[in-house]
Nanobody, 115 residues
């Protein structure tokens, strides 16, 4: 069992930065596999940053060079550092992990970027 809680969203201007946090509880050994997704209004949920291996992250083309996934194992927390935000980054951001065939999701955190 895994419980994920996101935070750190908010309303910002284009070009500004935010740092999202995802705190994991339960099976915290999954922290190396936790990734980030987002869902914009009227669109399907999409991948933002997902670990392929412990040290390799797969980023969506639209966020490469601007977003970075990092972890603090001591705090059981995965971060998404978002720089140079754009209006098209507006979405609800979710962290996710799959464990024994079950997908676990948090409730999400809203990011709104105004141009």
């Amino acid at each position: 069992q895994v419980h994920l809680v996101e935070s750190g969203g908010g309303s910002v201007q284009s070009g500004e930065s935010l740092r999202l946090s995802c705190v994991v509880s339960g099976n915290t050994l999954t922290i190396d596999r936790i990734g980030w997704y987002r869902q914009a209004p009227g669109k399907q949920r999409e991948l933002v940053a997902v670990p392929i291996r412990a040290t390799t992250i797969n980023y969506a083309d639209s966020v490469k060079g601007r977003f970075t996934l990092s972890r603090d194992n001591a705090k059981n927390t995965v971060y998404l550092h978002m720089n140079n935000l754009k209006a098209e980054d507006t979405a609800v951001y979710y962290c996710n992990v799959e464990l024994f065939g079950t997908d676990y999701w948090g409730l999400g955190t809203q990011v709104i970027v105004s141009s």
